[in-house]
T-cell receptor, first 112, second 112 residues
Framework: ETGVTQSPTHLIKTRGQQVTLRCSSQSGHNTVSWYQQALGQGPQFIFQYYREEENGRGNFPPRFSGLQFPNYSSELNVNALELDDSALYLC???????????FGSGTRLTVV | AQSVTQLDSQVPVFEEAPVELRCNYSSSVSVYLFWYVQYPNQGLQLLLKYLSGSTLVKGINGFEAEFNKSQTSFHLRKPSVHISDTAEYFCAVKEDAGKSTFGDGTTLTVKP
């Protein structure tokens, strides 16, 4: 098993800029989910992709968007960055819809 | 809508003592329940899960949890903790193929 890998590990951006975070799912996992974890809080669901289609979205504005590719890797794009977007962004993949997640180590995004 | 409440934000305990981390949830449908552990600057790792069947589930690192449907609880226990168990623990609930909702976490600190 290769696990879930995320890049980059750390990132500093200026308010108003755009950012793309990347994730490689664990081999064989066809579902990928993205979470935002602010300091001292639990992960908050952003959206989920299943076989390249978005099939669930949390309470995040449209400037948060994503893609899942045929090899099940994924991207999270955030436009017009705000200071409150500073957080740890976690990618998680799962084999089945009801199974637990395998998480990556996350991307720490700081917006200044 | 589903929600998760972790009743203790911090739990200090001495090494080799037993510990219980409490989790209550609310949902209008049947759910799957999970516990994850997060070490500093890392992603979350699945400890154990309840899908169906026996209400007592065993996970990695000697942890176990008991599902109580009438009390809508899923408390995590370990009979004897080690220094290495010091981490953040998250309870999560999932409805079918949808998102997982996480609690705000419990910081377990094991003291020598």
């Amino acid at each position: 098993e290769t696990g879930v890998t995320q890049s980059p590990t750390h990132l500093i951006k200026t308010r108003g800029q755009q950012v793309t975070l990347r994730c490689s799912s664990q081999s064989g996992h066809n579902t990928v989910s993205w979470y935002q974890q602010a300091l001292g809080q639990g992960p908050q669901f952003i959206f989920q992709y299943y076989r390249e289609e978005e099939n669930g979205r949390g309470n995040f504005p449209p400037r948060f968007s994503g893609l899942q590719f045929p090899n099940y890797s994924s991207e999270l794009n955030v436009n017009a960055l705000e200071l409150d977007d500073s957080a740890l962004y976690l990618c998680a993949s799962s084999l089945e819809q009801w199974s637990g997640y395998t998480f990556g180590s996350g991307t720490r995004l700081t917006v200044v | 809508a589903q929600s998760v409440t972790q009743l203790d934000s911090q739990v200090p305990v001495f090494e080799e003592a037993p510990v219980e981390l409490r989790c209550n949830y609310s949902s209008s449908v049947s759910v799957y329940l999970f516990w994850y552990v997060q070490y500093p600057n890392q992603g979350l790792q699945l400890l154990l899960k309840y899908l169906s069947g026996s209400t007592l589930v065993k996970g990695i690192n000697g942890f176990e949890a008991e599902f109580n449907k009438s009390q809508t609880s899923f408390h995590l226990r370990k009979p004897s903790v080690h220094i290495s168990d010091t981490a953040e623990y998250f309870c999560a609930v999932k409805e079918d193929a949808g998102k997982s909702t996480f609690g705000d976490g419990t910081t377990l600190t094991v003291k020598p």
